[in-house]
């Protein structure tokens, strides 16, 4: 007996993301949606032409759900042309990055099928963006001379260790980092310190780091910061490993604080990075679009109302 039509589903994937498997089960991944109801517009993240001029040109009444499949960068593309062009449909994920720490906080599985299942439920979770001079990130925004650690990572060990891979690169970058001059202004106040590296979190993890920001929430109208100030190099490899296991807030090297809006200014043309692409040089102007978006999570283990 023929299903049901429920409506369509607007298929945002990248072919590349993580070890490319995710092209592979294309077909399967379309099989799956009509069998719920579901007719498929799929669009590849490629550069014939970007998600933001089809999101110029998208009628969103059109379109029940968006699916995206790939990793925190694909997410970052199609959530800031979303939002510039002021579409609110609600998004399924299909995790097929490296990292997908954006994903691994709404607790959504790499596995195809379980994601599958959950892109294609009805349970949805509000959630946080970060915003940052005319621009959306997802998950983070960090600073500083170890921001390239994800780019100069190399993607056959990426693809092999996963997370692990990001462990050993920043380890390797130690001998080389030196401390930068920042000046962050909050709503209550002027912090200046000198910085090896910093981030500015939506999320929890950033590059395989779980528990970089283990007190952020997307959902609470702030943004996380936390900055590793200037130290002797032989306290910063110590510093590593409780970064990995997330008690180094409480580090008298780590500066970390909640805030509704900042601004970071520097002396130094410093490089930035945005939910894993190149981001904007400073300064640079944060605040929280609170609640701008719908993420669709397990009824199982997601502990959040719509």
């Keep these: ?3 049901k039509f429920k409506g369509r589903i607007f298929l945002y994937y990248n072919p590349f993301s993580g070890s490319g498997v995710f092209k592979e089960n294309l077909d399967h991944i ?10 498929v517009m799929p669009m590849r993240a490629a550069d014939d032409f970007t998600i933001h001029e089809v999101m110029e040109r998208l009628d969103p009444s059109e379109f029940d759900r968006l699916i995206v499949a ?15 062009n002021d579409i609110d449909i609600p998004i399924g994920i299909l995790p097929s990055g490296t990292a997908n ?11 195809l099928e379980e994601a ?5 439920g009805d349970k949805t979770t509000k959630a946080d963006l970060g915003f940052v ?25 990426k693809n092999a260790l996963g997370p692990l891979a990001y462990y050993l690169k920043a380890a390797s970058e130690l001998p080389q980092v030196h401390a930068i001059p920042i ?17 500015i979190m939506n999320g929890e993890s950033a590059g395989g780091f779980r528990k970089l920001s283990p007190k952020s929430s997307m959902s609470d109208g702030k943004l996380d910061v936390v900055a590793f100030k200037k130290m002797p190099i032989v306290e910063f490899g110590p510093l590593l490993f409780e970064v990995i296991s997330g008690t180094h807030p409480k580090n008298k090297n780590v500066l970390y604080f ?33 609640g701008r978006l719908r993420v669709f999570v397990s009824a199982e283990t997601w502990h959040y109302d719509d």
């Design 258 to 290: 909640q805030t509704e809006t900042l601004r970071v200014e520097s002396i130094e043309d410093i490089p930035t990075d945005f939910d894993g692409e190149k981001g904007e040089k400073l300064p640079l102007d944060f605040s929280v679009l609170n």
């Design 101 to 111: 720490d954006f994903a691994f906080y709404f607790e959504l599985k790499n596995d």
């Design 183 to 199: 000046k962050m202004t909050t709503q209550t106040e002027v912090i200046e310190e000198e910085i090896y590296f910093m981030t």
């Design 30 to 39: 379309i099989e799956r949606c009509q069998a719920a109801g579901y007719v």
């Design 133 to 157: 001079n005319g621009r959306c990130f997802v998950n983070v925004c960090a600073m500083g001379n170890m921001v390239d650690v994800s780019q100069k990572t190399d993607p056959t060990l």
């Design 1 to 3: 007996m023929p299903k």
């Design 116 to 120: 599958l299942d959950v892109a294609l």
């Design 70 to 84: 790939g990793g925190d960068g694909t997410l970052n593309r199609c959530i800031d042309a979303m939002v510039k």
